[in-house]
């Protein structure tokens, strides 16, 4: 280490390497005991890092089953391959036996088959499709009236719900049309005007491809057909096989028919997802304690082969405060059916600390009593009131019973006519037009169709072509169109509070004398308002939110309708899932238990780099100042080398001199 090749040339004695040997000495106490420190703060920072990876995997399953939704959620079983179903949140368990004795079809028509599809033509004019009592118009020329051109353009019409191709028979090629939508009132019937020979229905030209009552000059290959099915013996039919309006948050889709012979369907609570993540939970914890335990465990045998983290607080704490969760009865479950994990199949087991799950006592429990099951894993809120629905609550907010009271009912704008309506309606040219601004967005001009309407029919109407105006559409506004009992013409905003408005920005000529509406904004709307646990909440539409700093903070809620007044109460119930979440967040966050105890160990590593580099400073000192003492030590050897030998030789000549006297 000395590096200095001169060292010791004066004695012989004092040479670098010796220097090397010296300074190594130093050394060698000092780096050893870093290296030891530094091997032992790494290896529990790996294990460490096991234990944090076991507790984020064990976050995600917690959090499943935080989420009340799937204790609810149900399953469809078909008992034949007819028909197949799913279910939304809004379905009710039940059984049911369903016959399939016809599937809805669509309506198909072919021409004649014709030699070649681009260069035979059929004449020109207009073809005037109408299917579910829309009519569109296909203009067929010199420049699309051979087979090909007339499946182009009838399938560049984008308003028509029909499409058209042209196939190749073996011996010919023929155009068929088939309706888009299946269902007897999705029937087709083509009506054309033939300009080459002016007879519309006769086998030549365009009218050919006539299909009306008078002339069906197409071949009708499918016929336009309802599904008929019967569930329980009821019949019902439909235009569609995808029916969704027979069961409440069912959606049938019928693929098959079993006429003679009915099949069940079993609409009942999911139970196997709901088990599969309870046992995701369960396996993520038990690894995590598995990791635990292994380097917590005391070795009585050899003290030394001890787990690495025997002893340390912070992995205790992170598996008492879990474990502790597991042992509590949940808040606000105090009257339930099951009030804890172990009442659901989930104990501890008293030899390996690990949890065991009882599924069958767990389906069985939730079977029973659903909501409370989901009550014990997940976050939920109760209220007494059925018009007062629990949205969500937050971080901040504490599991209690709280009182509500409402002071103001949120409300909608409206606009009502004021002309009462005859039993007659007829819209023309001078009462047809008018532009209506929604919630602040404007609409373009809005255009009735002429005709003759009842009071009913002319609400309809009004509605159905307000919601379709473009820039109401890319807004998000809709409008409720009705009757008041005066049968007057009322039109409501489908938004609640504040920002809910009706304002009639231009009508027409007669609009005002015939319908009762002119110029103006309709009535103002307010927001829910009230207290939740005495605090005044902030009242957004329908929706009432609790006030930052109470217990309730972040509570929301919906009311849906009633009175002003007490509107009984909510209750925030956190199981254990969620309090899992809670706690696992904690102990990753900014202060919590294991990014401190990773800090605390990094920190340690960081302060063995320093030493190391304290050490290296000295050392480099040390063997500079060896250096310079050997070397100054190595010239006054060489200068009394340098006196000896002149002594000598001195003393060889006196004695040289004397010998010869």
């Keep these: 280490m000395a590096n200095v090749s001169s060292v010791g040339i004066g004695s012989g004695v004092l040479t670098s390497d010796l220097i090397d040997q010296l300074v190594e000495a130093e050394r060698a106490p000092t780096e050893k005991r870093l290296d030891f420190k530094e091997e ?20 995600l399953p917690s959090r499943a089953l935080a989420d009340p939704t799937i204790f609810q959620n149900l399953s469809a079983a078909a008992g034949d391959d007819a028909f197949s179903a799913a279910v939304s949140s809004e379905a009710q368990a039940g059984s049911y036996t369903l016959e399939v004795s016809a599937l809805a079809k669509s309506h198909s028509l072919s021409s004649a088959v014709l030699s070649d599809p681009d260069t035979t033509t059929l ?4 073809l005037s499709i109408t299917i579910n009592g829309v009519t569109e118009d296909v203009v067929i020329d010199g420049s699309n009236n051979t087979l090909n051109g007339i499946a182009s353009a009838i399938n560049d019409n984008d308003d028509l719900a029909a499409s058209a191709s042209v196939i190749y028979t073996g011996s010919g090629y023929t155009l068929v049309i088939t309706s888009d939508e299946t269902g007897v009132e999705n029937a087709m019937e083509i009506s054309v005007t033939d300009t080459g020979d002016g007879d519309n229905d006769d086998l030549n030209g365009l009218s050919q491809l006539s299909y009306t009552a008078l002339a069906e000059n197409l071949t009708q290959n499918q016929l336009a057909t309802d599904a008929a099915f019967s569930i329980n013996g009821i019949a019902v039919t439909r235009a569609s096989n995808t029916v969704d309006d027979v069961l409440t948050g069912v959606t049938l889709t019928l693929s098959g028919t ?7 369907l079993v609409i009942s609570r999911d139970t196997d997802t709901v088990v599969e993540k309870v046992q995701d939970f369960v396996d993520k914890f038990n690894a995590l304690q598995a990791i635990i335990a292994e380097n917590t465990a005391f070795n009585p045998d050899n003290p030394a082969a001890s787990g690495l983290l025997m002893g340390d607080t912070s992995t205790r704490n992170i598996l008492t405060q879990m474990q502790s969760i597991f042992g509590q009865s949940i808040a606000g479950l105090e009257s339930a059916s099951v009030r804890s994990m172990a009442e659901v199949g989930i104990t501890t087991n008293k030899d390996t600390g690990q949890l065991d799950f009882d599924s069958s006592v767990f389906i069985s429990k939730l079977n029973a009593d659903a909501e409370s099951v989901a009550g014990v894993f997940a976050d939920q809120g109760r209220t007494t009131d059925a018009q007062v629905e629990f949205v969500r609550a937050g971080a901040a907010t504490k599991v209690g019973t709280y ?17 009462a309506l005859g039993a007659t309606t007829t819209i023309d040219a001078n009462n047809d037009e008018l532009s209506i601004t929604v919630d602040g967005t404007s609409s373009g001009t809005i255009t009735l169709d002429a005709g003759d309407y009842t009071p009913a029919q002319l609400a309809s109407e009004l509605q159905s072509k307000i919601n379709a105006d473009t820039a109401l559409i890319d807004a998000g506004k809709t409008v409720t169109v009705s009757l008041d009992g005066a049968n007057q013409l009322v039109i409501t905003s489908n938004v609640y509070g504040s920002t809910s408005s009706i304002t009639i920005d231009t009508v027409d000529t007669n609009t005002l004398a015939q319908l009762g509406i002119t110029t103006g904004a309709g009535t103002t709307a307010v927001d829910v308002a009230g207290t939740i646990n005495g605090a005044i909440a902030t009242g957004d539409g329908q929706f009432l939110t609790a006030a930052s700093g109470d217990d309730t903070e972040s509570i929301k809620l919906k009311i849906t309708g009633g009175v002003v007044g007490d509107r ?12 899992m979440v809670d706690l696992i967040n904690g102990f990753l966050g900014s202060n919590g238990t294991i990014t401190a105890k990773n800090e605390r160990l990094n920190t340690q590593l960081e302060a063995i780099a320093e030493e190391r580099v304290k050490l290296n400073q000295r050392i480099e000192s040390l063997n500079a100042r060896l250096v310079r003492q050997f070397t100054s030590a190595d010239i006054i050897i060489a200068q009394l080398n340098s006196t000896q030998d002149f002594i000598s030789k001195q003393l060889d000549a006196l004695l040289a001199s004397t010998k010869s006297d």
Excluded: C, K, M, W
Excluded at 123 to 126: E, L, V
């Design 568 to 579: 009984g109460t909510v209750s925030y119930i956190e199981g254990v899932g969620e309090r």
């Design 40 to 59: 032992a703060i790494t290896a529990e920072l790996s294990v460490f890092g096991q234990i944090q990876s076991a507790v984020t995997d064990f976050r």
């Design 403 to 419: 009182d509500i009271n409402i002071t103001q009912i949120a409300t909608r704008s409206d606009y009502t006519g004021s002309v």
């Design 123 to 126: 004449g020109s004019g207009t």
């Design 258 to 264: 079993n006429a003679g012979e009915p099949a069940s």
